[in-house]
């Protein structure tokens, strides 16, 4: 069974592990970094990047994502998108930059405060899903590397460079199990890649 962290020190992360044990896999709550040890991937949720940020730090975990993210993947929802930028604006914050994009804070101000659209998600079966935007940042810039799944108005909302994943909305509260999947798909590829194969002679 594929084995899902969710990092749970703020925000939506219930939600998240609910969604990943629908779709079959293993969710763990990860506060420390030796309960990284078990996740084949890990999922940083929705919530207040500035304050996710500061526990990281306390807790020792900065370091050890940024490691982590090295070899396993890692899917950043909302605030966790932000986290996972190379840059972050609105205001400036350090992030882990395990992904080439640089986002801007609360970029769709009021309009989109919190919100239902339906969006274009082109990379997903189906192509399109329902997003909940909460407060959600804007991807301002995506480098070469980084493909996108799913545009909103004109922006980037859903994508994916190498084993990692973003998302400036909210896929865990749909109930639409597309999101997740996708990244359990990458869990199990790398899982797979990074195997240790024994050697016959
Ligand atoms: N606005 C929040 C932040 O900057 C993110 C909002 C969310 O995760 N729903 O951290």
């Not at 909940?132 to 991807?139: E, G, N």
Request: some cysteine; aromatic content about 4%; overall charge negative.
């Amino acid at each position: 069974m594929v084995v899902a962290g969710v990092l749970a020190l703020q925000g939506d992360f219930e939600a998240h592990a609910r969604i990943l044990r629908r779709a079959g896999a293993e969710a763990i709550e990860v506060r420390t970094a030796a309960d990284l040890d078990a996740a084949g991937g890990l999922i940083i949720p929705g919530g207040e990047s500035t304050t996710m940020l500061k526990l990281l730090r306390e807790e020792g975990l900065f370091e050890a994502l940024r490691e982590f993210g090295g070899t396993r993947p890692i899917f950043g929802t909302c605030a966790g998108a932000i986290l996972l930028a190379r840059h972050v604006t609105a205001p400036a914050q350090e992030s882990l930059g395990l992904m080439d994009m640089d986002v801007e804070r609360n970029a769709y101000g009021r309009q989109l405060d919190s919100r239902i659209v339906t969006i274009a998600a082109p990379g997903l079966d189906g192509g399109q899903i329902e997003a909940v935007f909460i407060r959600a940042p804007i991807i301002r810039r995506a480098g070469p590397e980084v493909h996108v799944l799913g545009r909103y108005g004109g922006n980037p909302v859903l994508v994916e460079q190498g084993r990692h994943m973003a998302a400036t909305f909210h896929p865990e509260l749909t109930g639409d199990l597309r999101v997740h999947r996708f990244f359990l798909d990458k869990v199990e590829e790398n899982a797979a890649q990074t195997r240790p194969v024994s050697v016959h002679r």
